[in-house]
């Protein structure tokens, strides 16, 4: 409908909002064809249903876990993620002292705090893992519908190790770890 199309995409900012995967080609519909076919006949939906509700589950022990620091839990299916409560951060509180507005303009604190827990799970554990950069950050847990329950437990017993470090010292190693390698740099290309 023209009202919704205007309303989505009739701006700067959201003209291309939208891409599609599938063009309007033969090849390219045949392949959108046969995915839906894969999506019925291996049950995707229902996979999707199950880790979904294995992701809830361990997501409520670890906000069981960590109340102070786990706001709250969302998602639907295979894609389940937790808002961090960054409130009461130490560094948030030393950025009000920095005389840069940019920095909570753009939530840089907040986006730190999740880029260090994403760092220190790739770093400590070798698994990858990423966060949402919509109106809310989110933490996710998006495992592929082909992911075994060893794996899902993998993951939250490598979670539960990082955010036992603690969100000021999982900071703190990220920012540390950028400056050394900044001043390393700057001392090699002398």
Known sequence: RDKLYKKSYDTLNDFNLHSTTYNAFGEENITALEAINVIIDEKYILKSKIIGKKIKNELKILKLNFPYLIDEIRG???LQGIKLNTKSLILKKISNLIPIPELN??????KLCYAS???HMYNEHKILTAFSLNKDI???ASPSLITTDKEIDLFFTALKKTLD???NTLVYKLVSSKIN???K???VSK
């Not at 303009?105 to 907040?110: D, L, M, T, V, W």
């Open 181 to 183: 390698s900044f001043l």
């Open 105 to 110: 303009k753009i939530r840089f604190i907040e």
């Open 185 to 187: 740099k700057s001392i």
């Open 117 to 119: 827990i994403v760092n």
């Open 165 to 167: 470090t603690g969100l």
């Open 138 to 140: 989110c933490l996710w």
């Open 76 to 78: 639907i299916g295979a």
